[in-house]
């Protein structure tokens, strides 16, 4: 039995029920109207409902049909009362079966909805002090956003799947309406973790990336387009997610995170996605999360693989110096290492699972454990991590947290060959100290230069002179700022690391193929 009719006589709510029934259904759903005995603050003793049949009971037909169609239910029905009705009287009921509860909950709600607001129904009011009046149905409905066939959806729709769920109703989506989460950069990891976060209607979503579109980044950074190459993914990240869920609001910091804004932004939230791949801000945050209370979830990738951890100072969890006390001196990126753009989606994407899990309180939270997947095999293992006894970050009280700095010695280290004269570049050597293969990948090309890999490159007889002035290049900055440390550290005082590595150089110089000053 689908469709919709009107009724003379009182409903019998058992039968209606009934007529729904079907071997597929495993979910239910009712609406039922009563006549109350007040409308905007006036007493009414008893209601007569109007209506023209051809045309309300087309409309209402119309309206089921759609439900079915959109929704996929099984079954629906709407009885609407015509004639006089008492206080307490059934005026309207609804009725919806389908596979799944969550289907059921979401098309009831639509065609009571769409039935107040689209049904030419009539209605007298009586009130007690002896006046009438009528009133189109639609007047007294309650104001709501029509969503039309691709371009407008109600919370009710939008939501329907994961209000569905037991764990989280009607409550768990205000909760999440009333978030606040930061999500500190907006590549792969970013993309993906935005994204969901911004489609399960998490209110608020503060984005902090200083970095602008590159060409290179579109095969894992599925949030952006061709089209905004050059742009800040940042400002474009935003305008993406308001297109995707005009509900909820976002804020964009488009400057890299550090000492000086870290603490401002982690007071602001009330949760942390690291989604950088680089381990000075990754410890940077940790040491943040402990200072402000802050919960971060932490991922990480290399090539096929990835890990997840999550440090809550609240619950008492190890942090990052729990698992790393000693900060590496580098780590390789994506950009050095290489990566299918699936990997970081997916850890982006269990980022968001996970940061859901802490706003719902949901259980299988990762509380002092370590997730590694590998994506080649799908074999997965969870590392049971615990506080470190003297750890330099989660042993002190908060108050004496100090906000990691990079060193002055390393931000000495950095220039940039890009933006001196051409007239002084002859004056270092540039030494190449990517691997082989990542060299034939992306050469070179701007600046004459020598290759040393830098697994060859010996610490204890360094190939290079004391009084030559050396800049090391590699893939993004980091490898040739930890080798410009040890060989200052060793006595070769003009040793130079070329910040942004050698996408910089070759795009800001020119990618015109040169001769090397000093062969390989």
Known sequence: MNGFRLSNEPLDIESLKSGLRHDRAGGFASFEGWVRNHNEGREVGRLEYEAYPAVAEKEGNRIVTEAIERFGITAAHCVHRVGDLRIGDLAVWVGVSAEHRGEAFVACRYIIDEIKARVPIWKKEHYSAGDTGWVNCER????????????????????????????????????LARARVLVVGAGGLGSPALMYLAAAGVGHIGICEGDTLDASNLH??????????????????????????PDVAISVTDVDLDADNVESLFNQHDLVLDCTDNLRLKFLMNAAALKTATPVVFASVYQYEGQLHVFDPRAGSPCLRCVWPREPRSAPTCTETGVLGPVPGVFGSLQA??????????????????????????RSTKISAKRLDGCEICGRPAAEIELPRPRELELALDIDLA?????????????????????????????????IAMSAFSLDDPPIEPDQQYLLCCASGNRSRTLAVELRQRGYKAVYSQAGGVGRVNKVIGAVPTASKIDS
């Open 353 to 378: 699972m996970e940061a859901l899990k802490q706003l719902l309180s949901l259980p299988g939270q990762l509380r002092g454990e370590l997730l590694m997947l590998d994506l080649l095999s799908f």
């Open 140 to 175: 007294v409905a309650p104001v709501t956003k029509r969503p039309g066939p691709s371009t407008e959806a109600g919370a009710a729709e939008l939501y329907a799947r994961q209000i569905a769920l037991a764990e989280v109703g009607e409550e768990g989506q205000r909760r």
């Open 419 to 451: 933006a001196i004269d051409p007239d002084v570049r002859d004056d270092y050597v540039v030494i190449d100290i990517r691997e082989k293969d990542e060299v034939t990948a992306r050469p070179l090309t701007a600046l004459p230069h020598r290759h």
């Open 220 to 245: 894992r950074q599925v949030l952006y387009r061709r089209a905004q190459l050059g742009q800040s993914k940042a400002h474009t990240a935003a305008e993406q997610l308001r297109a995707l869920n």
